[in-house]
């Protein structure tokens, strides 16, 4: 129980053992789209920006030959789209009947800009790497979808920063979905405690000696920053309750320390300073009046990186022509914000959203 627990307060990821309906059954494939000459909104160019991405189930087509049953689901800060693999969240989302049901749906997982397949620091430029953004990574998977020949989606959904990507879909391609649900986000700048704790990485990183402004040796790469960022990122987005039951004492709580801290060991500190700064430009407040399709966010009561007494995803919720909200509650039922990885928490609300959509189930067959 230790060390699952250890996985969903360090990891993006969460791949826990291959012993799962998910890697029996759901045959993913890989593959991946190039992009000559990416621009940036920085005004910085990637010569060749590879994005890699997963799939599941088959591409439906109609008569002029357009894919018509595609789902986009966009990972978290620091994970990949393999993430979705995980039990916790294919088991309870990809299954028969389910509401994303393989069998009905052709299910895209991109690597984003800097993570995973796709190019990123530690591929060579390290910390010459190109500055991007969260409009950047919009922009990005955009043109993958494109590349892929998909040009129309039934769903965007993304959970945490994938969430917050969610929403930026529905703004700057606001007729390219039919529904948008984003998990574990707030539409509005990332500011007070969430830049906070960001802040304190992003300089744990800068400030190690031995990052050496990004140019360390990969054989020698800078460790001291783990101490920092591993426990930072477990109090953000743990849940008290079960944070407690992890160390419910004194040597029991140093260990588990220092096993979360011996989990960051194969991250890379560029990759993983790039990919915290990335959020820099997230702010869509000003410009949700652009979004066209029907939205479901989903929140959790006992989220410290989103906080429940903020009010502007309520807000912003009320102005959308059709959206709605639903705010799972927290406590011994929780998870904090790694609740993003239990869909078994999230993803009733998302199937009876999707149900109750007009046309949805007929344009699913």
Known sequence: MMRRLLTWLVSGLLLLPAASWAHDALQPQD??????????????HIPLLKLHYTTLGTARRDAAGKVTNAVLLLHGTTGTGKGYLAPTLADN???????????RYFIVLPDGIGIGGSTKPSDGLHAHFPHYGYTDQVEAQHAMLLGMGIAHVKLVSGISQGGMQTWMWGERFPDAMDALV??????MQISGRNLIWRQIIIRSIRNDPAWMGGDYDPAHPPTLWMQTAAPLFALMVGNPEKLQALGPDRAKTLAAYDDLV?????????DYLYDFESSADYDPAGAVDRIKAPMLAINFADDAVNPVQFTATRQTIMHLKSGRLVVLPGGESGYGHAGIFHAELWGPAMAKFLHDLPGWQVAAR
């Open 31 to 44: 593959g991946d789209v190039e992009l000559h000459d990416f621009a940036l909104q920085s005004g910085e």
């Open 182 to 187: 984003p998990v574990a986000s707030m539409p």
């Open 93 to 103: 989302l990809f299954r028969p009947g389910q509401p994303l049901d393989v069998k």
């Open 262 to 270: 011996a989990q960051y060991r194969t991250r890379d500190a560029n």
